[in-house]
């Protein structure tokens, strides 16, 4: 995602991911949480029930969507049912290096005859010394002592390695944080936090293998169609949605919804 962040540059100002938007709607916390500043006059109307809810642009770094988008991938990690959280400390302090150590990782246990499915995301340390990587991790029991030296060859220094618990089954967002902040973070706070996080995951919210992510029946998807699993799991009313232009409505007072796009 080019023009989004820089690993030695820093954080480009949201204002310049979001042309049109205004300092003054920047700023005010209120806009932010209101509906998404690209998809201004767009709605999804429910071909059952008629309900209209605003339209949103879906992209992970937009600070309304970003995270829900997040909330949506957090509950298919739930959905996936992993088995291990392995923690890692020492993954280097660029992107590049990280996605480069981990696969190497993830080479080596597979060449082992190992089955290794993963979903992976970095975290800046809250005090700023650096980042940390969390992936959850699903297929073949590997012993961990395996698992910890093929670490510590690849420079990832000792991992944390414990048996993954879930909190509350898949209507419970969990497994991505934004910049330290558990999945409950305010609207208001997220647009700083989520700058942050892209940054250190190259520009998108998790990693993961192609064997990870499943639906609501055990059956292997991708991350989009896993994303869906898991609103159907949380929906009570499952419908179809049209997409409908209609900037008169932006001022009915419609209630928001998490539709996605």
Not at 50 to 57: I, W
């Amino acid at each position: 995602m080019t023009g989004l962040v820089g690993e030695a540059g820093g954080l480009a100002s949201s204002l310049a991911l979001l042309p049109g938007i205004s300092t003054e709607e920047e700023e005010d916390p209120g806009f932010r949480a209101l509906r998404c500043p690209r998809k201004k006059g767009w709605f999804y109307v429910g071909q059952d029930t008629g309900e209209v809810v605003p339209a949103r642009c879906g992209t992970a770094w937009c600070w309304f969507c970003g995270p829900l988008n997040a909330q949506e991938i957090a509950g298919a990690i739930g959905l996936a049912d992993p088995e291990r959280l392995v923690t890692l400390t020492l993954v280097g302090d660029s992107w590049a290096e990280t996605q480069l150590k981990v696969q190497q990782l993830v080479r080596d246990v597979r060449a082992a005859g190992f089955e290794f499915e993963y979903v992976m995301h970095v975290e800046p340390n809250p005090r700023g010394t650096g980042r940390h990587a969390h992936i959850f991790q699903k297929g073949d029991y590997i012993p961990q002592d395996f698992l910890q030296e093929r670490c510590f060859a690849n420079g990832l220094g000792i991992p944390d390695i414990r048996a993954f618990v879930p909190k509350g089954g898949p209507k419970v967002a969990y497994g991505v944080k934004l910049a330290g902040i558990d999945y409950g973070l305010k609207l208001t706070e997220r647009a700083e936090s989520l700058a942050g996080y892209l940054a250190v995951n190259g520009g998108r919210l998790t990693h993961q293998s192609r064997g990870f992510f499943s639906d609501e029946y055990g059956v292997g998807c991708g991350v989009l169609e896993a994303r869906r699993a898991w609103r159907r799991v949380v929906t009570t009313m499952p419908q179809a949605w049209g997409l409908r232009h209609r900037p008169d409505w932006e001022t009915l007072g419609q209630t928001l919804s998490p539709r996605p796009r």
